[in-house]
C-alpha cells in the first residue's frame, strides 16, 4: 500500500496561492479583488476577478464594489543555513495594496482605504499557520511601506505588507477558531472543532479548504479512507473570527 506524496508542488509555488485563499476566505475581502502576480497578465487578472465580484454581486442584489485591488507578488526566498544539507528556507511574503483614490471615494467604492487593507492584512496573515507548509509566519521589520506607483491614472495610491516565515512543519493554534482535529477509526475520518458554531471546509486534493474553493465540502458526515489513503485538509470559520489555521494529515488505510 503507497500513500499519497507529501506535496503535490512545493511551498515556493503554493504560498502565494494559499495567502490569496486565507484573503479571499475572510468577509473583509468580499468586495476587493485579491490575485496572484504569478498567474500571467496581472491587470487582466484583475479584470477578470473584478468580473466575477460583480457577477456574484448582481446574484445577491447589492451593487459591485471597486477601487482597491491586493496583488499577492511572486516569493522571495533566502537560505539562512547553507550548512544544512535539508535546512528550511527562510520565506519573505509580500502583498500590494493599489488603491485607485476616486473609484474607491466614488459610488461603487469600497471605501476601504489602502492603509486600511493593508492593515487587515497582517490580522489576517500574521497569525496563519499552514501544517506541512510554513511556520513561524511574521512581520518584517518594515511591515507596511509606501510603494511608487506611475504612469496613469494618477491618482494610485500603493502600499506593500511584507513578511516572513520558514518551510516547515506547523502544529500551532492561532487566536481565532480553533483547528480542526482529525479522528481516524474504522476506516473513516471525521473532524472537531473547538469553537462553537464553527463551519469545517476539507478537502482531499491538498488544495486551500474554505467556501470559495469548488473541491472544499463542509459535510460533516464521516470520509471514507481508500485503500491508497488520502490527504486531507480542514479548516474552520465562524462569523466575526478569522478562519482557523489549516489542519492536514495523511491517513492511511487500516
Known amino acids: 500500500m503507497s500513500l499519497p506524496t507529501l506535496h503535490p508542488y ?9 495567502i490569496a485563499a486565507a484573503l479571499s476566505a475572510d468577509a473583509y475581502f468580499a468586495d476587493i479583488t485579491v490575485v496572484v502576480a504569478d498567474f500571467g497578465n496581472v491587470a487582466a487578472e484583475i479584470q477578470r476577478k ?20 491586493v496583488i ?18 527562510t520565506l519573505r511574503p509580500s502583498i500590494q495594496v493599489i488603491e485607485n483614490r476616486e473609484l474607491n471615494l466614488g ?18 496573515i500574521k497569525p496563519l499557520a ?3 507548509f510554513i511556520e513561524g509566519m511574521q512581520c518584517e521589520k518594515n511591515c507596511i511601506i509606501p510603494v511608487p506607483l506611475e504612469g496613469e491614472p494618477k491618482n494610485l495610491i500603493g502600499y506593500q505588507v511584507n513578511f516572513l516565515c520558514y518551510e516547515a ?4 493554534q492561532i487566536v481565532a477558531c480553533a483547528k480542526p482535529q482529525f479522528v481516524n477509526a474504522a476506516n473513516q475520518v471525521t473532524f472537531t472543532c473547538a469553537t462553537a458554531g464553527a463551519l469545517v471546509y476539507y478537502t482531499l486534493d491538498d488544495s486551500f479548504p474554505w467556501s470559495g474553493n469548488p473541491s472544499a465540502s463542509s459535510s460533516s458526515a464521516p470520509i471514507a479512507v481508500p485503500v491508497q489513503g488520502l490527504v486531507i485538509r480542514a479548516a474552520a470559520y465562524a462569523p466575526g473570527l478569522l478562519g482557523s489555521g489549516v489542519s492536514r494529515a495523511i491517513v492511511g488505510y487500516d
Open 10 to 18: 512545493c511551498v515556493i509555488d503554493a504560498l502565494p496561492i494559499e
Open 50 to 69: 473584478q468580473a466575477e465580484l460583480t457577477a456574484k454581486s448582481v446574484k445577491v442584489g447589492v451593487a459591485a464594489k471597486v477601487g482597491v485591488a
Open 72 to 89: 499577492v507578488l511572486p516569493l522571495v526566498a533566502d537560505d539562512e543555513y547553507p550548512d544544512l544539507a535539508q535546512g528550511p528556507l
Open 107 to 124: 459610488p461603487s467604492g469600497t471605501k476601504k482605504s489602502a492603509r486600511q487593507v493593508a492593515r487587515r492584512i497582517i490580522e489576517i
Open 130 to 132: 499552514l501544517d506541512g
Open 169 to 172: 512543519d506547523f502544529d500551532e
